[in-house]
Nanobody
Framework: VQVEESGGGLAQPGGSLRLSCATS????????MGWARQAPGKGLEWVSG????????DYADSVRGRFTISRDNAKKTVDLQMNSLKPEDTALYLC????????????YGPGTQVTVSS
């Protein structure tokens, strides 16, 4: 399994970033995918998930209405569009796979850093 996140960087409060996750080594179309984040000194926080065919999405309360998750099954990628960014969105963002019979996601990539600051 290979997962590589990209698209992070520095954004101003109120700004936008789009994260992307490229994958390989497993049957992408079979599994739910998601994003989580880890802020400095804090635990891993689940952010969003998307069903295998893209029709079912869910979000943490902290990002609902600001973030949008999507996937491209042909390209085996999953994106996270982040709008109206806040300083509290600053974190390392990780792309995860929810395997069959698992209630949680597993994370394999190095993550991409998002910093929101003026």
């Amino acid at each position: 399994v290979q997962v590589e996140e990209s698209g992070g960087g520095l954004a101003q409060p109120g700004g936008s970033l789009r994260l992307s996750c490229a994958t390989s080594g497993f049957t992408f179309t079979r599994y739910k995918m998601g994003w989580a984040r880890q802020a400095p000194g804090k635990g891993l926080e689940w952010v969003s998930g998307i069903g295998s065919d893209g029709s079912d999405t869910d979000y943490a309360d902290s990002v609902r209405g600001r973030f949008t998750i999507s996937r491209d099954n042909a390209k085996k990628t999953v994106d996270l569009q982040m709008n109206s960014l806040k300083p509290e969105d600053t974190a390392l963002y990780l792309c995860g796979i929810r395997w069959d019979h698992r209630d949680e996601y597993d994370y394999y990539g190095p993550g991409t850093q998002v910093t929101v600051s003026s």
